[in-house]
């Protein structure tokens, strides 16, 4: 089959290119077992000590969450999340799960392979064909330590591939897999989803979803200097790293409180984020300045908004008197949507299943839990406070990777 590429080094008594079938027979391991958590604290400590690694951030957030003082703490919540009683059910791992990476985000397939690994899972990762540097760093940095004879007992449960879009591999795959992972657009889901699986195997699926912004007037103007200019550099973070184009990077900045405070807030948050993106310089393509005006022109003549740019068309925002997400429009690479909403209740009118996150500043949290209890509504999978934003959690878009990757065996 010439259009599967094997990744998977050389490494002693390993086949370079071990035929998916094969896994089958290869047992899985225990729950965080030993073997697991030694390879993500290597990789964790790979990555840390990189220097290709370092320029960029979501590779150093990767490392940082694979520490090891971080596994231990997921791996205590996760055993209480299970209730591990003497009567308990017995967790073990599916077998083998299947992970289809997504294009747009070059590390979102080491948090689900890692779950899936962690649960004693043997795994099949399918490596994107799009290259970038970071995607070079990262495989480059696994295929070494999987090449280690420490690292054995992972690299004979791990097969990582890389393929142009083609049915008949996908479909091979998909044939040995318990659990199928997509991660990717509406449209990869959909193809995927019509390649069958066996009959006793599952599927997850992370399609398109959308995110938004959500400030207090009130909590800005009340908030120190020194707390705005956090926040700024912290919404910056959430938005500016993958391009804006992550699924939980906020497009839609929308304030809650009277349009007037909202207005004056607005002009101090957008000319500390304009300086923020001029200092930090993002890698941005002539063609995303393009699109950014385009768009926005394009909103300008359809609903009448209002465009601004801030110190240059690095930062573009679009002011809406109708707030909404406006998807088909959205470019990224520094394009936000701008409203406002007189109170926290009016929001559930803006939110349907696709809005995945949302992050906050100058909120209690335990006005947003008020809100989320009170209001149920149709959408939302995650509030977090600036700069959580692309933090990952084994909780994502409302469903638990930790309880998806095992099944529950009774014993009474």
């Known amino acids: 089959m010439s259009t599967l590429a094997f990744l998977n080094p050389e490494v002693p008594g390993i086949p370079t290119a071990v035929a998916p079938e094969a896994l089958a027979g290869v047992p899985v391991l225990p ?8 390879f993500a604290a290597s990789l964790s400590d790979t990555l840390m000590h990189a220097p290709q690694a370092r320029a960029y951030p979501e590779l150093t957030a990767l490392a940082f969450w694979l520490r090891r003082a971080n596994l231990a703490r997921l791996r205590e919540g996760v055993m209480q ?6 009567d308990a059910p017995v967790m073990l791992p599916r077998g083998t799960v299947l992970h289809i990476a997504p294009a747009n985000v070059d590390t979102i397939f080491v948090y689900s392979w890692m779950l899936a690994l962690l649960s004693g899972n043997r795994n099949i990762v399918r490596v994107s064909t799009r290259e970038s540097p970071q995607a070079a760093v990262l495989t480059s940095a696994v295929c070494r330590l999987l090449a280690e004879p ?14 142009a879009p083609n049915d008949a591999v996908t479909a091979r795959l998909s044939s040995v897999c318990d659990v199928r992972v997509i991660w990717g657009g509406n449209d990869t889901v959909a193809a995927i989803r019509r390649i069958a699986l066996p009959p006793t195997a599952t599927e997850i699926c992370f399609p398109n979803k959308y995110s938004l912004a959500l400030l207090s007037a009130s909590g800005w103007a009340a908030a120190s200097p020194a707390q705005q200019q956090a926040w700024v550099e912290a919404f910056h973070n959430d938005a500016y790293w993958f391009g804006q184009m992550a699924c939980s990077s906020p497009r839609l900045v929308l304030w809650v409180g009277a349009r007037d405070q909202a207005r004056e807030a607005s002009a101090g948050f957008w000319a500390g984020l304009g300086a923020t993106v001029a200092a930090k310089a993002p890698a941005l393509a002539d063609a995303d300045y393009v699109n950014k005006l385009v768009a926005a022109d394009s909103l300008a003549i359809e609903t009448c908004a209002e465009m601004r740019t801030e110190r240059s068309n690095d930062v573009v925002r679009v002011w809406l008197d109708e707030p909404a997400l406006h998807v088909s429009r959205h470019c990224g690479a520094g394009l936000f949507f701008e409203s406002s909403i007189p109170v926290l209740a009016a929001l559930p009118a803006l939110l349907n299943r696709t809005v995945q996150t949302v992050t906050h500043a100058g909120f209690d949290p335990a006005e947003l839990r008020r809100f989320v209890a009170g209001t149920l509504p149709g959408g939302i999978d995650r509030i ?8 990952f959690a084994p909780v994502w878009d409302g469903l638990d990777l930790t309880r998806a990757f095992v099944r529950e065996v009774s014993v009474l």
Not at 31 to 38: K, R
Not at 150 to 163: G, K, N, S
Not at 384 to 391: C, D, H, I, R, T
């Open 81 to 86: 999340r299970w209730q591990l009683r003497a």
């Open 150 to 163: 420490a690292h054995q007992p992972i690299a004979q449960r791990t097969l990582l591939v890389r393929y």
């Open 31 to 38: 729950p965080y077992s030993d073997a697991a958590l030694d």
């Open 384 to 391: 977090v406070p600036f700069g959580k934003a692309l933090s």
